[in-house]
């Protein structure tokens, strides 16, 4: 499979997961995230005919020369869901798939099938091929809640798989399964100090993700508004935004991030931030932000005196 292939399913999954654009403020505890499904499916729309065939002959489609077959059968075998869960060991090889259709439908498909998906997919990530670690992380992201199972092997994945893109997708899928934080933030805070830059901001977007969970995280991200790379300290402050009141300590590095970073849309995330934390002692910073040569900053420095206003 080439790099082209894993970076575009990496966006198409990636993206469709995205919470919906204008989204804002602390993230809720993991129990009480939505559970709803990345990948949009209809059940009706795939294969109408699906119960023609068993979950066996199914599989056994899975073997035929024809492609169009073998799509038919992976496709159908999701449309079965739970029932399908003694196929998984057949679907599993197509991960590695280097036709991209088949790779899709397959990734689609596991994660129909559910939590019967979750031990095969540990298995892989023990296998030589780069590509099929990485594929079996980004179905476990697109899973969520029911991956609750693969949280140690993720972790396992996020501190040692020698390929970047295995670890960057497994650190997304920590912050999307929002299960077993007691295992998982010490896992994402360590891969914050990763050597790959891709890595280090999927990792801050996780913790992100977990919200107040996150909370031990507080001290490295507030390190890591100084770092060189302007996106690593927008995801820094965004994450910190998202811990709401938990991320308190935070609050002068976001100050005087939001009084001295050369990159706007840093200062803006600060801003908020220090909007979502609601400490008092964010008050001057965001008065002299009033001021901000960026109109945007002045707006979401106005917001955020709102809210500490109210939080009083």
Request: with cysteine.
């Amino acid at each position: 499979m080439s790099q082209r292939t894993l970076l575009a399913l990496g966006i198409f999954f990636f993206v469709a997961a995205l919470p919906a654009y204008g989204q804002s403020g602390p993230a809720s505890q993991p129990s009480s995230k939505p559970s709803s499904r990345p990948v949009k499916r209809s059940f009706k729309a795939r294969n109408k005919n699906y119960q023609s065939k068993t979950v066996e002959q199914w599989t056994k489609d899975l073997g035929n020369a024809d492609r169009k077959t073998r799509r038919t059968a992976i496709v159908s075998l999701g449309d079965y869901r739970s029932k399908a869960g003694k196929a998984v060991e057949s679907l599993l090889p197509f991960l590695a798939a280097k036709d991209s259709v088949l790779q899709e439908e397959t990734i689609t498909s596991l994660r129909l099938i559910g939590k019967a998906s979750v031990p095969g997919l540990i298995l892989v990530f023990k296998e030589k091929d780069k590509g099929k670690r990485f594929a079996a992380a980004l179905t476990l992201f697109t899973m969520r809640g029911q991956a609750e199972d693969a949280v140690p092997a993720l972790c396992e994945v996020l501190a040692k798989d020698q390929y970047s893109a295995a670890r960057a997708m497994a650190a997304s899928a920590l912050g999307k399964i929002a299960r077993k934080t007691e295992i998982s933030v010490p896992a994402l805070v360590k891969a914050l100090r990763d050597k790959d830059r891709g890595v280090k901001r999927n990792a801050g977007d996780a913790l992100a993700e977990l919200g107040p969970a996150a909370k031990n995280a507080v001290g490295d991200l507030s390190k890591m508004l100084k770092d060189k790379d302007v996106s690593l300290r927008k995801t820094a402050a965004t994450a910190l935004g998202r811990m709401g009141a938990t991320a308190k300590d935070a609050v002068p590095a976001l100050c005087e991030c939001l009084a001295t970073d050369s990159d706007w849309l840093v200062r803006l995330n600060a801003a908020e931030a220090l909007g979502f934390i609601g400490d008092k002692r964010a008050e001057a910073a965001l008065k002299k932000a009033l001021k901000d040569k960026r109109s945007a900053v002045q707006a979401v420095a106005k917001d955020a005196l709102a809210e500490l206003k109210r939080k009083r």
